[in-house]
């Protein structure tokens, strides 16, 4: 087994939030092709791992670095979904699991581990239980992989979770393209438009913000769900000028950020803001927020960074930044 340093940069670097509220990256300025951003997570040294359609991306700010099946151990260049916890990073393909930890990468999948599919859609960790949403299932994760809810054991009608989210309260939410579900202890629930108040059944993305509310992303609008209160957002009172939503999620400020195909807004609890895509005639793929409050916009022609407060990558390893790649 092979191991080798890929260097993301030489020399130490500081950048401090600028002046600038966006930055702009095209496949002429960085390794990202338009429409391929997936996920993004930051880890403690300040570096963004971005997954994309056509492999791994390491940024720090300054430097990338592409992982791919050629130079790594990872299973596919299709990257889905990343987490990160105390320096563990989790990286979700549509050939199976990479657990890098320690500098040592290990990869699970249905031969090797209880995964119900290769196919890692999206994985959440909260109180440092692995929740992972695949498209055969939802797997909680410490010692093993252990199936809580599935069409197999549950007998669910749709068991590929698109989307997921855990709420304040442990209950973990995920969306299909046939309705939404909760889940906590093994007690499940499915919202769909005909036994709720759900505007449509397939379920873009989930956010849940510091009041415990939970953000619906749907194909008609916005559902926002407050213990048993429902709300609405779309169109018809926000200035969104389509109802299908592609991305919602929520910032340290305590704001909803919400794409659609033609732009994006933002909601502080009292109003709505627009922001800018630089081109009208881009439409927009999905939006990811990092650890720096920065907000990905990945959209058909570009990709924006956006912080209201200041666009700011950091990089706080005095030594040379690397990635330890095991092949």
């Given at each position: ?33 338009t429409q391929n951003i997936t996920t993004i997570a930051t880890d403690a040294a300040g570096l963004n791992w971005i997954g994309t359609l056509d492999g ?272």
């Open positions: 087994m092979k191991q080798f340093l890929l260097p993301i940069f030489t020399v130490p670097l500081l950048l401090l939030a600028q002046t600038e509220s966006t930055q702009e990256f095209t496949p002429l300025t960085s390794p990202i092709h791994l991306i390491c940024y720090n700010g300054q430097r990338w670095h592409k992982i791919t099946t050629k130079n790594s151990r990872i299973p596919s260049n299709k990257i889905l979904s990343i987490a990160i916890n105390n320096d563990v990073k989790y990286i979700g393909t549509t050939e199976g699991l990479l657990v890098i930890k320690n500098n040592n990468w290990a990869v699970f999948n249905t031969k090797n581990s209880g995964l119900p599919s290769n196919k890692i859609r999206k994985i959440i960790i909260n109180n440092n239980t692995v929740w992972i949403a695949t498209s055969a299932g939802l797997v909680k994760y410490k010692a093993d992989f252990e199936v809580l809810l599935s069409g197999k054991k549950n007998g669910i009608i749709d068991d590929d979770f698109i989307s997921m989210n855990v709420d304040n309260d442990g209950v973990v939410w995920l969306g299909t393209n046939n309705g939404l579900y909760n889940f906590k202890k093994n007690i499940w629930r499915v919202f769909t438009a005909k036994n709720s108040q759900l505007p449509n059944n397939k379920i873009r993305d989930i956010a849940v913000d510091g009041q415990n509310r939970k953000w619906i992303g749907t194909k008609r609008g916005i559902a926002v769900i407050q213990e048993n209160e429902w709300s609405f957002f779309d169109k018809n009172n926000t200035p969104l000028k389509t109802s299908t939503v592609r991305a919602i999620i929520y910032d340290e400020y305590d704001r909803i950020w919400v794409g659609t195909e033609n732009m994006v807004v933002s909601y502080n609890g009292k109003s709505w803001k627009r922001h800018k895509i630089n081109n009208k005639k881009s439409f927009v793929i999905s939006v990811f927020i990092d650890g720096f409050d920065n907000k990905w916009v990945s959209t058909s022609n570009n990709i924006i960074v956006y912080n209201t407060e200041g666009v700011e990558f950091r990089n706080n390893i005095k030594d040379s930044n690397s990635v330890l790649v095991i092949k």
